[in-house]
């Protein structure tokens, strides 16, 4: 969730303490996946989510009551695991969820008081805020923020169980989109990603395009004098889909030269078979041999009605989305 950290640091600043929960394992079929958050507020307002439902509802309730009374060692972290079954139907037993659906899910929850715990969650959002690096520690002591670099052999969010427990979340967003073209699609695509929380880079040549220019919600901006130069701002390539959608088919295959000679995830195109063919063609041209045309994924987009820009947004966000646990 975009700007979670931020709101997080604003209630702190208010004096007000708050509830963080974040769901840190899971088995398939929860309700609650890794890396969903909420933080509730003294007031029981609610920012994010783990996942809904009756389980939901009673830490909020749990969160109130903490909240509500003085701090003490009830502040402190807790790691508790819940199953999504109930052995007795009238019964809600201890570690069960409440929820009769499938699968578990495995939080930790944590009190944060502004005069303990502000200065910390503020250099946790600044970080964020920057798309910076560094990691989130919850121990059983309490919450931390290491700026040190990101081991990206190392899961996004790790929980450690060998001396006691760890969880670390590294704050670098690791599912990334560079999309060429800041058209009426561009725009539509980011909207998509922006609320999937991705981190978007959206190229152009044209830097009076409005739906360039106005994309709030593109995380950087990037114009060039040649589509073919785009790919080289990218922070992390490795970590990073692209999505070729310029006004024609020159500057697509500008774009895709620079991309295939960046290391980036996958490369995806949009148009209809005619135009991918002549794309192709002039891409042997231009001296790619087979095994980077094979790089190359077009149409893009699932198979499914998209006429829209809309509709095309979902079609290539869906798409993406089959691949994002790589």
Not at 48 to 59: F, Q
Not at 239 to 252: E, R
Request: glycine share 10%; net charge negative.
């Amino acid at each position: 969730m975009k700007g979670f950290w931020a709101q997080l640091e604003a209630e702190l600043n208010l004096g007000s303490p708050v509830y963080l929960v974040l769901v840190v394992a899971h088995r398939r079929g929860s309700p609650g996946t890794v890396g969903a958050r909420m933080f509730v507020c003294a007031d029981g307002r609610q920012v994010g989510t783990i996942g809904g439902s009756v389980l939901e509802l009673d830490l909020v309730g749990r969160a109130r009551e903490l909240l509500a009374a003085a701090p003490s060692g009830a502040d402190l972290p807790k790691l508790e695991r819940f199953v999504h079954r109930r052995s007795d139907p009238l019964h809600i037993a201890p570690g069960e969820s409440g929820l009769i659906c499938s699968g578990w899910q495995q939080h930790v929850s944590v009190a944060l008081r502004p005069e303990r715990d502000l200065e910390t969650i503020h250099a946790i959002a600044e970080c964020d805020a920057q798309g910076g690096y560094g990691a989130v520690w919850i121990t059983q002591a309490g919450i931390q923020f290491d700026d040190a670099a990101p081991d990206l052999m190392s899961p996004a969010i790790d929980l450690q169980t060998e001396r006691g427990w760890r969880v670390e979340e590294q704050l670098l967003n690791r599912q990334r989109l560079v999309i060429f073209g800041g058209g009426h699609c561009g725009l539509a695509l980011s909207r998509v990603m922006a609320e999937l929380d991705w981190y978007i880079t959206v190229v152009d040549r044209r830097a009076d395009v409005a739906t360039f220019r106005d994309n709030d919600c593109a995380d950087q901006h990037v114009l060039v004098e040649d589509f073919a130069s785009g790919a080289e701002s990218l922070s992390w390539p490795q970590l990073t889909d692209a999505i070729v959608m310029t006004t024609d088919y020159h500057s697509d295959v500008r774009a895709l030269l620079g991309c295939l000679g960046q290391p980036l995830r996958s490369i995806g195109v949009m148009g209809s078979p005619a135009k991918l063919r002549v794309i192709r063609e002039a891409l042997t041209d231009a001296g790619v041999g087979a095994a980077d045309l094979a790089r190359v994924r077009g149409p893009v987009g699932l198979r499914m009605k998209s006429d829209t820009p809309a509709e095309i947004a979902v079609s290539v966000a869906a798409e993406l989305l089959q691949f994002a646990d790589r």
